[in-house]
Every structure is written in structure tokens, then in C-alpha cells.
């Protein structure tokens, strides 16, 4: 049972435009996101997280929004650029932190 | 420190032998997770160790699975008969205790466990 669903394996956009990753859960006691970007043959590195108290953190380029009613975030990457571009896993965690459930990972292109 | 560090980063096998794999988590860390990826999926939970207690084991965890953190440093995952179902990407991470300051966990690159 897939708790974390990114229902878009992939991603294309141009170079200087705003990138947008999405994510949705299930479970209602998720209370801590994260996402982690993805280069191949290294381990996922951490991005951005975001705690259910919040609906919105932002950390340069990176802006990850939350929408608990809709069981719902998503990752704004402004403006891309060609280094971005790689796996992002969204992940969640209920009870602190204990686990982390990951999606299946959408794979960004940025293209020059 | 240099990270999360994990050797070795490819491991081939026949099928039936056993693998053992190591973790050197960031020293500060007094946690330890193990997550196991396959193609096209996302990280899976394995288990978790808090100092060297093993606190929560996922049921993908079988029992030819074992994982240890003998002094609440390194850590070792041995899979005993391999299976070629065992073939993935065994992810070590660790991460401070969940509060404030808390940013997730820092994973390890990885090590690549084919079995043939």
C-alpha cells in the first residue's frame, strides 16, 4: 500500500522557468514532509522539509507548500536550472520521525 | 566528517551465499536507519536503531535479515541465503534525535547488492 504517491514519473521544463513537483498522501498522521533530490549512483540528498504546522517553507529557490485537506504538497523550484535536474522523492513521517515513507520519485529535466 | 559512509558501494553474489554490509553514520547522530530501494521505486523502511537499541523493524525485514550497531556507532546489515529478490540498493542514513533542528536524515551513497 503506496501511502506517498508522485503520480508524475517525469518532468521536463526549460531553463529559468518554474519547476513543479507534486505529492500526495494518505495517511492523515503524516505531520512531517520532506524532499530529497537524486543524483544517480549517490544516495538521496535533503532538500526542503516542512512540518504540519505550516503551510508553506521556503529556502532560496526552493518553496515546498503544504495543503493538509487535500493530503497535498509540492515542491516549487524557481527559477531551474540544469543542475536541478535529477530524482526528487517526497517522504513523510508520522510520530515524530521515527520512519519516513518515500513516493516513487519524479525525475526532473532541465533543459538549457 | 565526511558524512554517511558505506562500504562496499557494489556487492555481486551467487544466490544462496551471504552478504554482510557496513554503515559509518556522522558521528553525531544517535540514530541509524536502513532503507532498501529498487529500480523505478522509492527508499523502504528496513529498521532503525536509536544508540545501539534496534527500535522498530519493518515487516520486509525477513528472517534471514540482521542488522546490528553493537556500540552505537557503525552498524552492519547481513542478509544470510541470498535470494535474487535481495537485489537492490541498501540505503544507510542517520539523523539527530526528531526536534528542533531537525532536518531529515543524511543518507549514505548507497551499496549496490546484484545477486546472480
Known amino acids: 500500500d503506496q501511502q506517498v504517491k508522485q503520480n508524475s514519473p517525469s518532468l521536463s521544463v526549460q531553463e529559468g522557468r518554474i519547476s513543479i513537483l507534486n505529492c500526495d498522501y494518505t495517511n492523515s498522521m503524516f505531520d512531517y514532509f520532506l524532499w530529497y533530490k537524486k543524483y544517480p549512483a549517490e544516495g538521496p540528498t535533503f532538500l526542503i522539509s516542512i512540518s504540519s504546522i505550516k503551510d508553506k517553507n521556503e529556502d532560496g529557490r526552493f518553496t515546498v507548500f503544504l495543503n493538509k485537506s487535500a493530503k497535498h504538497l509540492s515542491l516549487h523550484i524557481v527559477p531551474s536550472q540544469p543542475g536541478d535536474s535529477a530524482v526528487y522523492f517526497c517522504a513523510a513521517s508520522a510520530e515524530g520521525g521515527n520512519q519516513f515513507y518515500f513516493g516513487t520519485g519524479t525525475s526532473l529535466t532541465v533543459i538549457p | 566528517d565526511t558524512g554517511v559512509s558505506q562500504n562496499p558501494r557494489h556487492k555481486i553474489t551467487k544466490r544462496g551465499q551471504n552478504v554482510t554490509f557496513r554503515c559509518d553514520p556522522i558521528?553525531?547522530?544517535?540514530?541509524l536507519y536502513w532503507y532498501r530501494q529498487t529500480l523505478g521505486q522509492g527508499p523502504e523502511f528496513l529498521t532503525y536503531f536509536q544508540n545501539e537499541a534496534q527500535l522498530e523493524k519493518s515487516r520486509l525485514l525477513s528472517d534471514r535479515f540482521s542488522a546490528e550497531r553493537p556500540k552505537g556507532s557503525f552498524s552492519t546489515l547481513e542478509i544470510q541465503r541470498t535470494e535474487q529478490g535481495d537485489s537492490a540498493m541498501y540505503l544507510c542514513a542517520s539523523s539527530l534525535v526528531p526536534g528542533e533542528g531537525y532536518s531529515g536524515y543524511t543518507f549514505g551513497s548507497g551499496t549496490r547488492l546484484t545477486v546472480v
Open positions: 558521528s553525531e547522530h544517535n540514530r
